[in-house]
């Protein structure tokens, strides 16, 4: 969706450096999902963020939504071949009971 | 653990035909989504539905129609099969969330259409 923009749309890192990837709106987020999937597999949920300013981390993985809820970053560290995949926001822009995705981000880790 | 299942992984077909994808939840969840993901575009929203019989339009509901006859089912049809539906299925689900808002949603392994 072009309401919701993820960038970069691909990156290859080496095996243990860190990367960032990030998800902007032109509007406010009410709530912005983060999701893995492995490719040609179903979407597994990661963490969730609602308020500005939140961060999460779950094993090396951390998101953030920053305080105007316009923007969101997922941080991974020291990255491993198992966090390779495809990475995708999902937001809440008050549209009842819908989601609004963005079009992903493929991660590579090369070993 | 919340399960989402499809009728099929990988699934091909003419044009023209009828096909039926099928998904189905074991978490009582009242909502339920079909999405086609193609390269580039990310998930695009086609059908879903908040309630048995209820369904709603998505953002591409051309080519496509739903059926919810039971909660935990939510069906995705395809008229009449043509070769630009050839994409990748998910359907999910999810309860409502805070204050009417949209919940988590789960999804299934997702069916590879293949249209010739």
């Known amino acids: 969706s072009q309401e919701l923009e993820q960038s970069p749309q691909s990156l290859i890192v080496q095996e243990g450096k860190n990367l960032t990837i990030n998800c902007t709106s032109s509007k406010t987020l009410y709530g912005l999902y983060w999701y893995k999937q492995k490719y040609g597999e179903g979407l597994i949920f990661l963490m969730m963020?609602?308020?500005?300013?939140e961060e999460k981390s779950h094993e090396k993985i951390t998101a953030k939504l920053d305080e105007k809820k316009q923007q969101s970053s997922l941080h991974i560290t020291a990255s491993q071949p198992s966090h390779a995949g495809i990475y995708l926001c999902g937001a809440d822009m008050e549209y009842g009971n819908k989601l609004v995705f963005g079009a992903g981000t493929i991660l590579r880790v090369k070993s | 653990d919340v399960k989402v299942t499809q009728s099929s992984r990988y699934l091909v077909k003419r044009t023209g035909e009828k096909v039926f994808l099928e998904c189905v939840q074991d978490m009582d969840h009242e909502n339920m989504f079909w999405y086609r993901q193609d390269p580039g575009l990310g998930l695009r929203l086609i059908y879903f539905?908040?309630?048995?019989?209820?369904?709603e339009k998505g953002d591409i509901p051309e080519g496509y129609s739903v059926s919810r006859e039971k909660k935990e089912r939510f069906s995705l049809i395809l008229e009449s099969a043509s070769t630009n539906q050839t994409s990748m299925y998910l359907c999910?689900?999810?309860?409502?969330?805070?204050?009417?808002?949209?919940?988590?949603?789960?999804f299934g392994p997702g069916t590879r259409l293949t249209v010739t």
């Open positions: 999910a689900s999810s309860l409502w969330g805070l204050a009417g808002g949209p919940g988590e949603q789960y």
């Open positions: 963020l609602q308020k500005g300013g």
């Open positions: 539905s908040y309630d048995v019989k209820m369904k």
